[in-house]
T-cell receptor, first 112, second 118 residues
Framework: KAGVTQTPRYLIKTRGQQVTLSCSPI?????VSWYQQTPGQGLQFLFE???????NKGNFPGRFSGRQFSNSRSEMNVSTLELGDSALYLC???????????FGSGTRLTVV | AQTVTQSQPEMSVQEAETVTLSCTYD???????LFWYKQPPSRQMILVIR??????QNATENRFSVNFQKAAKSFSLKISDSQLGDAAMYFC???????????????FGKGTKLTVNP
């Protein structure tokens, strides 16, 4: 059974640009959550999608957005990148009950 | 808001010995889930063990066990017979029980870096 796949693994962007990260959940999982991990703030919840609908959103500016497709794959987008957006972005999928989450290996975003 | 505190930024243990990682949390809820995740250098968060708050029995997964003290809001992880492969960041996480149609996020502690010495 394939795990959660995140692409790309690494990304370097320039301040002011935008970026799109992708997450393919475990087959059959309808919930996809995104987390930002930084040394200073730790792991912070960005948002969660379930059956193409955003169910929950963390305390992040509107520059952070996401969507989920009918096949449960999800993308998150960050516009007008800032240096502080440099982080590891982790995606997690679950069946929807929330009892267990399976994480991907993350996308390391560096903003220069 | 719920918070999770891991008071040990770093811990070390000798191979084959036992180590306990601490975690406390703050919540007004009576039912919830608690998790320990392991994050090796590969960056993937791996679920180590989980505990449902309504279950009094402490969860156990092979060499990993927890000491869940609900009244004290404490959830420590014990690793027995430590192995080199156990070296990683360990995160304690909390989540409320999902209500129908609802969604709840994981709230993480800051993590404990575990070093295993040969």
């Amino acid at each position: 059974k394939a795990g959660v796949t995140q692409t790309p693994r690494y990304l370097i962007k320039t301040r002011g640009q935008q970026v799109t990260l992708s997450c393919s959940p475990i087959s059959g999982h309808r919930s996809v959550s995104w987390y930002q991990q930084t040394p200073g703030q730790g792991l912070q919840f960005l948002f969660e999608y379930f059956s193409e609908t955003q169910r929950n959103k963390g305390n992040f500016p509107g520059r952070f957005s996401g969507r989920q497709f009918s096949n449960s794959r999800s993308e998150m987008n960050v516009s007008t990148l800032e240096l502080g957006d440099s982080a590891l972005y982790l995606c997690a999928s679950s069946s929807g009950t929330g009892y267990g989450y399976t994480f991907g290996s993350g996308t390391r975003l560096t903003v220069v | 808001a719920q918070t999770v505190t891991q008071s040990q930024p770093e811990m070390s243990v000798q191979e084959a010995e036992t180590v306990t990682l601490s975690c406390t949390y703050d919540t007004s809820e009576s039912d919830y889930y608690l998790f320990w995740y392991k994050q090796p250098p590969s960056r993937q968060m791996i679920l180590v063990i989980r505990q449902e708050a309504y279950k009094q029995q402490n969860a156990t997964e092979n060499r990993f066990s927890v000491n869940f003290q609900k009244a004290a809001k404490s959830f420590s992880l014990k690793i027995s017979d430590s192995q080199l492969g156990d070296a990683a960041m360990y995160f304690c996480a909390y989540r409320r029980v999902i209500t129908q149609g609802g969604s709840e996020k994981l709230v993480f502690g800051k993590g404990t870096k575990l070093t295993v010495n040969p």
